[in-house]
């Protein structure tokens, strides 16, 4: 399976700081995603990074994948409150999900 | 809002009783997945479908837990004999298969098992 597992599993920041998270899976993948889920609520996909790409952009997200050490992470700048949500990371091909990293943004 | 609708939002019942949830997907995908989540930890993948094969189910799954998608489009989900364990969130998902395939969530049957 494409299991990922995220790391730290909390993180507790200002606002305005960034914030770092990190995935890791254990099997080849043809890409790697990663969700963003608010209390209560189903899961919002935020980004897909290819196997064959190395770093990948979208608006305040920065997501990089490194396929030899079967890693990834997720960077988010100049974070807001309502960034504070669970981050889940997952490969492809029946994707399954890790415990997630569960931020919070300090006011 | 995805466009993946459950139905019901919330469901209350009692130990022993037989629960059904309903999940319809985004209209042309053809990968639909149930997953369980409780407080805390991620979803945990239940069983997924591609048209209307199922082609895996988690081991999670017990003889409790039956699955169905009919014609390839809404899916059902039901627990026989619920016990208070089942009681957590069931989200659905679906997608259109592909190298880079995405996930569309509901917003989940939260199942309160008394």
């Known amino acids: 399976s494409q299991q990922g597992e995220e790391d730290p599993q909390a993180l507790s920041i200002q606002e305005g700081e960034n914030a770092t998270m990190n995935c890791s899976y254990k099997?080849?993948?043809?890409?790697l995603q990663w969700y963003r889920q608010n209390s209560g609520r189903g899961l919002v996909h935020l980004i897909l990074i290819r196997s064959n790409e190395r770093e990948k952009h979208s608006g305040r997200l920065r997501v990089t994948l490194d396929t030899s050490k079967k890693s990834s992470s997720l960077l988010i700048t100049a974070s807001r409150a309502a960034d504070t949500a669970s981050y889940f990371c997952a490969g492809d091909d029946k994707i399954i999900f890790g415990k997630g990293t569960r931020l919070h943004i300090l006011p | 809002d995805t466009g993946v609708s459950q139905n019901p939002r919330h469901k209350i019942t009692k130990r022993g009783q037989n629960v059904t949830f309903r999940c319809d997907p985004i209209s042309e995908h053809n990968r639909l997945y149930w997953y369980r989540q409780t407080l805390g930890q991620g979803p945990e993948f239940l069983t997924y479908?591609?048209?209307?094969?199922?082609?895996?189910k988690s081991r999670l799954l017990s003889d409790r837990f039956s699955a169905e998608r009919p014609k390839g489009s809404f899916s059902t989900l039901e627990i026989q004999r619920t016990e208070q364990g089942d009681s957590a969130m069931y989200l659905c998902?679906?997608?259109?298969?592909?190298?880079?395939?995405?996930?569309?969530f509901g917003s989940g049957t939260q199942l309160s098992v008394l």
């Open positions: 998902a679906s997608s259109l298969y592909s190298l880079n395939e995405k996930l569309f």
């Open positions: 099997t080849s993948i043809n890409n």
């Open positions: 479908f591609q048209n209307e094969a199922q082609l895996e």
